[in-house]
């Protein structure tokens, strides 16, 4: 096992503490090498150019589109079995190594198609994710369709999202705001109008729209608590929350 430096520290948040140790993997070794040259011959450094500008120079892109990175990731994975969580960890980690976005872009995506794959034991790798190379590409994917699937499945990690939504990285708390986007009526309200109230002063635009959103979700499941819930802390919610949450209803 190694252990990788965190990544440089972004705008609005600190670096993650300490990297997790990569683990050993021979699938990760076999993908890895696989995955770097084709997305390579398929930069394109004009479309790289904008697709950093778009992303407030977050980190230097390839220029691949979406469509076309999916479907070259498709090629990369080819004929590869089904990971565990080790090839999981090593894969993920190793992407976010990489400077260019779309490998973190890759790595993300196969994160939600493996999710199920993980135990809770993955939770403190998908935190350092989240810290590390943080901006809203990554970290709303990792929030809805990695660390909420990894609550569902043991919900003992809610405790962990209780931390989080109290953490200085702001990365950290849009996480535990949105790690319940897609469980419907399975959502705990509680937490979730208790995770707004706890963020409703927060000064960043991607707190705020983060509250908004993930209330006009849960809208969609039950509009009348919504509703309510809104009605009832106007005073302490920011204006684009409550136009976020009331915009469906």
Not at 17 to 32: F, K, N, Q, T, Y
Not at 163 to 184: C, F, P, S, V
Request: net charge neutral.
């Amino acid at each position: 096992m190694r252990r990788i430096t965190a990544g440089p520290e972004k705008p609005d948040g600190p670096r993650s503490p300490e990297a997790p140790e990569i683990p050993e993997s021979g699938l990760a070794d076999a993908l890895l090498p696989r995955l770097t040259e084709t997305y390579a011959a398929a930069a394109d450094a004009e479309r790289a150019v904008g697709a950093a500008a778009y992303m407030k120079d977050i980190a230097p892109f390839l220029g691949i589109p979406t469509a076309e990175r999916r479907a070259l990731s498709r090629t990369v994975l080819a004929g590869t079995p089904r990971p565990d969580e080790k090839d999981c960890t090593a894969i993920a980690l190793r992407c976010w190594e990489l400077p260019e976005r779309e490998y973190q872009y890759f790595a993300a995506d196969y994160l939600r198609r493996h999710v199920k794959r993980c135990s809770s034991g993955f939770l403190p790798v998908a935190r350092h994710l989240v810290a590390t190379r943080s901006w809203w590409d990554t970290v709303d994917t990792l929030a809805a369709h990695v660390v909420g699937p990894l609550v569902a499945a043991d919900p003992r990690l809610a405790a962990a999202m209780d931390t989080w939504i109290a953490d200085e990285n702001l990365w950290i708390a849009r996480t535990a705001l949105l790690h319940q986007l897609r469980y419907k009526g399975a959502t705990d309200t509680e937490r979730l109008f208790g995770y707004c109230l706890r963020q409703a002063d927060h000064r960043d635009f991607f707190i705020r729209k983060a509250i908004g959103w993930a209330l006009r979700e849960y809208a969609k499941t039950d509009p009348e608590a919504v509703r309510s819930f809104v009605e009832s802390a106007r005073d302490r919610l920011a204006p684009l929350s409550v136009r976020e949450a009331l915009k469906n209803i």
